[in-house]
Structures are given as structure tokens and as C-alpha cells.
């Protein structure tokens, strides 16, 4: 075996570990939702995924980009707000939305994401080939069989969790195209420290909250805020420097099984035969939209 294969499975394994990660987050989640209500949850662990990343920021010595002068540092601040603003919005949606699903559902759903990004490219003028569109069509097929129960319209959470998928894929978008002007780290920190203060502001407007309900829900919390924002940020950005992004977009969409997994493990989430077909067929969707990447440019 070849060093530069070696990292790449060795980048594949850790991107796996992240999925798997980002999967039980829902679990956390869907916990969560029975103690606090959206936005105190969200704002407390982003809070703590920015807090995880904070020495990291501190050790590191150089940036991509000098923020020193006002032009470099309005428009730096111009990035991060827009992409704290736009993972506000997704979050607030898919946490929303899980307190009205399972958390197996809201991992497939929102694993939509890597099919919407090729569709939002087309706003911006970009082709869309046939296999992207043989994707789509599988994966509204089992978006169907996941949620419909025989009625065409989507649950209110299965709903929810699909406008965060718009929102998630804007975001990738947004990240695609600042993650070259600015430091990844700094990028990822500010961001979470703004969607924090945006979701804490709805939290102490909108809703109540005791700080007994924090307590109960402190192992979401800690998993969701160090682990999947904190850790799993962290882990990708690593894993990524050495593997595919077609791969990595392959790997990370695994999350679904995951959250199934994990549904079914620790909140005793039982899917039907049609929902999980409807699963596979999301899953088989998510991954043809990749390969079109991978046969244009091979891995390693």
C-alpha cells in the first residue's frame, strides 16, 4: 500500500468516525427537545463549539488572510455574519423540526443537502447532468415513502427538517466560496459564536426556560455542542486536506444510517418496511449525485 493511499483511507476512516458523530447528534437532539426549546438548545451548543475551537485559534500563528486593515477586516466581517446568519437559519429550522420527527428521519432529510447543492448551481448557471436528475428523482421517491404515510403532504417535522436542508446546502455553498479567502478555523469560530448569540436573542424573546431544564439537558448539550459542532468540525476539516471531496460528500451522507442507528439503539425509533426503503432509496440518490465527481477526477 502506497503513503498517499494510506492517508487517504486513513482520511476516509475519520470522515466515517465524523459521520457517525454528526448521526447520534440527532439522537442528542431529539432529547434534547424535552427539555428546552429550540434556540436556548442551539445557543448553548454553539456557544460550545466555538469554545472548543477558541485554542486552537489561539496557537495558531498565521491566517490565510491579514485581517489588520479596515478594508480586509468589513469584509471578513461581512463573511463570517452571512455565514452565521444563514447557519442560524438552518439550525433553528432542523432543531425545530426534530422535536416533531424521529431522529432517524431528521438524518435522512437533512442528508438531502448533498443533492440540493448540484440544483442551487443552477441559479448560478451551472450544468446539471442526467445522473443528478436521476438522483433527485430517487431521492423525492423516498422522501415520499419516508414521510408522506399516504398522504402528499410532509409532516410538520419532516418538513421543517427539509427547509433546513435548503438551508444546510446554501451554507456549503457560502463555505465553498469563502473557505479560500479566510482561514477555515476562524471561519468556523465565528460563525458559531454568531449563530450562538442569534439563537440565544430568539431563545430569551421567545421562549422560557429554567436553568433545572439546562441541567436535565446537559448530556445533549455537551455531545451536540463538543462532539458534533466542536469535534466533528474539526475531524472534517482534517480529514478533508487528504480525501476527495466527492468522497468525503459520499462518506459524511452516511449520517442517515447513523441516525437511524442510533434512534433505533438508544430511543427505541422502530421505521416500517416502506420508510426504510424510502431510506435506501435516499441514500442510493445521494450517492449517485457523486459520481460524476469521482469520474472527473479520480482520488489521490
Not at 36 to 48: D, E, K, S, T, V
Request: proline share 2%.
Amino acid at each position: 500500500m502506497t503513503f498517499s493511499k494510506a492517508r487517504t483511507i486513513k482520511s476516509d476512516l475519520i470522515l466515517l468516525l465524523t459521520a457517525a458523530i454528526w448521526g447520534f447528534a440527532f439522537v442528542a437532539q431529539r432529547a434534547g427537545t424535552e427539555f428546552l426549546g429550540p434556540f436556548i438548545f442551539n445557543g448553548i451548543r454553539f456557544a460550545i463549539g466555538s469554545l472548543w475551537l477558541l485554542p486552537f485559534i489561539l496557537l495558531k500563528k498565521r491566517t490565510k488572510a491579514s485581517v489588520k486593515s479596515a478594508g480586509i477586516k468589513r469584509s471578513f466581517g461581512k463573511s463570517v455574519i452571512l455565514l452565521g446568519a444563514v447557519l442560524f437559519i438552518a439550525a433553528s429550522f432542523q432543531q425545530i423540526g426534530v422535536a416533531y420527527t424521529t431522529a432517524g428521519k431528521a438524518g435522512f432529510i437533512t442528508g438531502l443537502y448533498v443533492i440540493i447543492v448540484p440544483f442551487l448551481a443552477i441559479l448560478l448557471r451551472k450544468k446539471t447532468g442526467l445522473l443528478t436528475w436521476v438522483s433527485a428523482a430517487l431521492a423525492l421517491t423516498g422522501l415520499y415513502l419516508l414521510s408522506m404515510n399516504g398522504h402528499w403532504i410532509l409532516q410538520k417535522g419532516d418538513l421543517l427538517v427539509l427547509i433546513s436542508a435548503f438551508f444546510w446546502a446554501i451554507h456549503v455553498m457560502v463555505i465553498d466560496y469563502q473557505v479560500d479567502r479566510w482561514e477555515p478555523l476562524f471561519l468556523a469560530f465565528w460563525q458559531f459564536l454568531i449563530c450562538s448569540l442569534l439563537s440565544l436573542s430568539f431563545g430569551f424573546i421567545f421562549e422560557t426556560y429554567q436553568w433545572e431544564a439546562i441541567y436535565q439537558a446537559a448530556i445533549p448539550i455537551l455531545y451536540t455542542g463538543l462532539f458534533s459542532v466542536g469535534i466533528g468540525y474539526t475531524l472534517q476539516i482534517v480529514a478533508q486536506r487528504e480525501a476527495h471531496p466527492a468522497h468525503a460528500a459520499i462518506i459524511m451522507s452516511l449520517e442517515g444510517v447513523f441516525a437511524v442507528i442510533g434512534g433505533w439503539i438508544i430511543l427505541a425509533e422502530l421505521l416500517m418496511m416502506r420508510e426504510l426503503l424510502g431510506c435506501l432509496l435516499m441514500l442510493v440518490g445521494m450517492l449517485l449525485s457523486q459520481i460524476h465527481f469521482i469520474r472527473k477526477k479520480p482520488a489521490g
